[in-house]
């Protein structure tokens, strides 16, 4: 399978399997109360079963095309991941998201790698709209979908009911012909 290289750090964004799931167990474990501040799937993933069944939940949503997992390796150990976690080709949006242990934090590997499969989603897929969900509290998911250069589209009140609290969803989004744009004067101004 592939391995994109995301510097020369040693990162890594590769597919997130099924045969994954002692790795990602161990990987969940490692960061479970740091992760399910805001990703529920973290509670749920408590032994390899439930681990295998979470990669193979994406991995039935990759062979439908509507969806699909990528881990982010740093030094060869699973630390993190991004998902489409919504792929619609028909109508030409989806939704990234993201994860992170907390010591892969501060280290660009999110950004990094969701330039990478934004890239993938607008030019090879033809995708129009990259999507990016945030609780209003998750500074480090909102300051990242700043980064990516995606506008805040507003803010959906008490939209997600997580730990008992009903959370305010804040929506970035950038469209294609704004992140084209935006590569090209990065590329140019490199130049």
């Excluded at 799931?21 to 501040?37: M, P």
């Excluded at 945030?134 to 008490?158: I, K, P, W």
């Amino acid at each position: 399978m592939y391995a994109i290289s995301l510097g020369d750090d040693g990162a890594e964004l590769r597919p997130l399997e099924p045969w994954h799931a002692d790795e990602f167990l161990a990987h969940i474990g490692r960061g479970r109360d740091f992760i399910t501040r805001f990703i529920p799937f973290g509670t749920q993933v408590t032994d390899t079963a439930s681990a295998r069944a979470q990669l193979t939940a994406y991995a039935n949503k990759r062979a439908a095309d509507s969806g699909s997992l990528h881990g982010l390796w740093l030094g060869g150990e699973l630390v993190g991941g991004l998902m489409f976690r919504t792929f619609d080709a028909a109508t030409g949006v989806c939704e990234i998201g993201c994860w992170l242990e907390p010591a892969a934090t501060g280290k660009g590997l999110v950004t990094r790698g969701a330039r990478t499969l934004i890239d993938w989603a607008f030019d090879e897929r033809g995708m129009h709209r990259v999507e990016w969900y945030a609780a209003v509290t998750n500074t480090a998911s909102v300051n990242t979908a700043r980064r990516l250069g995606m506008t805040r589209e507003g803010v959906l009140r008490e939209h997600y009911p997580y730990r008992g609290v009903r959370q305010d969803i804040e929506i970035w989004a950038v469209l294609a012909p704004e992140w084209r744009a935006a590569r090209a004067r990065t590329s140019h101004n490199d130049h």
